[in-house]
């Protein structure tokens, strides 16, 4: 049992903790992309609120997605490693079973030599997406003993899962992560692992004759490997009922993975908000979940997330504040700086709202740089889930 | 052998570690306690110090008294459990042996239906609780095979000690820590420890038929079981003449389980700072630790706390100036916000004086918030004793 499930005790403070993904960034023009925003509601709320900055895994480490958000939720990511394929699996609404494996896939553009043009294929449309999985589906049921089953999760996003005996996530991917390069072979990286590194490499051959005669989307690169693990659910470590609301599928699969409800929720921020005000009678713990800060920090946008973080601002920041939660939790996952176009390592700014904060009284603003000022001081993203819990009133004393 | 024990040699440069119990606070006007405060000598020492926060254990978590003093000790309260009850055993002299079982007992009020009406009994006045202990010694000597031994701490705290075969602290506590609930039955937390959960069960059962027909203190709650712990001394781990001086017993007993000298002293801030004059040039560390500020927290008292911080900046502080150690820190063990009335999570301002420092040149006020922006950042407090020695010279290089 850990520090924090030791102390735990159920309560009926309700805590709000909102993700904007990729929230953090660097300076375009002296200035990042949360700190150009015009966000008088959050510099507002910033004043009576107490600041910090999170650090995702450590310094100086760029997380994936799913071990930046299972941080936000108390699971330390160095000890819960949880391969992206499985969460994109459950996200759908794949049955996934104990020593099923999992696996990210991008659908991809390789060019004549073989090397990655395109890494997502110029994001092809979901519908097309929808189409060419079947294709693979049909042509691939199964690799010898090994069933396979292939959905889209969206755009160029697919996932595969191998349901056989004696399958390892040992696996290394074959997504090389830049374009330009040749894709790599899977290898495996123990020896429970060689019998499922020849099976995938046979279903990448397979699915590359499938779709060789596309135009655009003529490869897959997977990545992501995953098995389900064993973790306690935040019912059960933090004595809370909590609640998901996202729209993008891994999400979804990361929180049935931890125990949290997933509510039913459209795809836009104004729906998520809906559901969030629908349902808040019925949970002591929402997550909500905004995947297109992201989206625009990855294309390069620093005009578009820019933007995106002023429409939060605006539109639906007043609506959060309406659900007049104990706790209110405004942070990113990660940075996904858009001079960089990438996830990066850097910090992410996070504003604690609660009856027990020291306001920053000095600061009027909500960027990366007042947060380095702040009473929380730089904290390790798995360390935010005891401060949500202690400002809800919901852990007991630690020793005499 | 940990990596300051490896680091540590012998000078003679002094450090003073000054504790002011409960000296974190909150916001009552948009100012804490120590903000609020008219404090010109501590501004002015702030001025030329290196500032940060203290985190007691972990982000979010409320310590105890004894883990939050441990801490600032070098001593990792999550590495390091010690029982309250044995703090209190060894503060008020008794002699403590391997595996003896202690545990503090508040005196308390409890309704005709058995819920507890007042955890403190109303602050019980030691002479009364003198009394009661007698009664209560007298009528329980033993229980089965078990010598048992009593005796008031101070005010409504009392110590019990078992002595006999087999016992373990392995067991949860009867007191509730709210009013208005019932008491808990003391159960075993693991096998070894049924025998002693039964024994401790009917100990309060024998005293509550001693104390019942008592007006105020006529039940006992029963927290922090313990026995001696196997831990490396100060003296062993910091090359280090430590002497304590706290008129509180609890911090008496700490000081002893580490290797202190402990030092007669009376039981007023005065009496303190002369006898750390009489003794100066006898040690190379000195815990001086004032009670009365944690006090006027957990009495809800705001403008008493601020007024006993200003006696301290006025009284106090130019007599421990006038000692002219080589290192000076003034911290506090844990916050207890006047408006909260208990110990909380919130990290603890924190000022460090030595001819090393780095000076926040831009502030000129001892405060939380200043604090936040300081140098030293936020420091769990058990890496506190590693900055104190580093300022005293006392630490040699690490590595080659």
């Not at 904290?379 to 919901?394: E, I, Q, T, V, W």
Request: charged share 20%.
């Amino acid at each position: 049992m850990d520090l924090i499930e030791g102390l735990a005790v159920k309560n009926d403070r309700k805590i709000l903790l909102v993700v904007l993904d990729g929230l953090g960034g660097l300076h375009g023009n002296g200035k990042t992309e949360l700190e150009s925003a015009c966000t008088p509601n959050l510099d507002k709320l910033a004043a009576k609120s107490e600041l910090g900055l999170l650090t995702p895994i450590e310094a100086g480490i760029t997380p994936g997605s799913s071990a930046a958000v299972l941080a936000l939720l108390g699971y330390d990511p160095l000890q819960h490693r949880v391969g992206r394929g499985l969460l994109d699996a459950l996200g759908v609404g794949l049955d996934v079973g104990v020593g099923d494996l999992c696996c990210h896939v991008n659908l991809a553009t390789t060019g004549p030599d073989g090397r990655v043009v395109d890494r997502r294929a110029g994001r092809v449309p979901t519908t097309l997406s929808e189409q060419l999985c079947i294709c693979l589906q049909t042509a691939i049921p199964q690799i010898r003993d090994v069933a396979v089953t292939v959905r889209t999760v969206c755009e160029h996003h697919l996932v595969v899962v191998f349901r056989g005996p004696d399958l390892s996530d040992l696996v290394s991917d074959s997504d090389p992560i830049s374009d330009g390069v040749m894709p790599r072979k899977v290898e495996a990286l123990g020896p429970p692992a060689v019998r499922s590194a020849q099976l995938v490499n046979e279903f990448i051959q397979a699915a590359s004759r499938v779709l060789g005669a596309e135009p655009s989307a003529n490869f897959v690169l997977l990545r992501g490997f995953g098995q389900m693990p064993d973790v306690r659910s935040m019912p059960e470590r933090f004595k809370l009922k909590p609640a998901c609301v996202a729209a993008y599928p891994m999400y979804r699969g990361l929180a049935k993975l931890v125990g949290m409800e997933v509510l039913e929720t459209g795809d836009t921020w104004e729906s998520e908000v809906q559901t969030a005000h629908k349902h808040k009678s019925e949970y002591d713990f929402f997550l909500l979940h905004f995947k297109e800060t992201d989206k625009a920090g990855e294309d390069g946008e620093l005009e578009a997330k820019q933007e995106l973080i002023e429409q939060f601002d605006e539109e639906i920041l007043p609506q959060l504040l309406a659900l007049k939660s104990d706790v209110l939790c405004i942070t990113g996952d990660h940075s996904t700086p858009a001079v960089m176009g990438v996830h990066s390592w850097h910090p992410v700014p996070m504003l604690l709202s609660s009856p027990y904060v020291r306001p920053q009284v000095l600061v009027g603003e909500f960027g990366e740089r007042t947060c380095a000022c702040g009473d929380i001081g730089n904290l390790r993203s798995c360390r935010l889930m005891g401060l949500l819990l202690a400002h809800g009133l919901k852990l007991r004393r630690f020793g005499a």
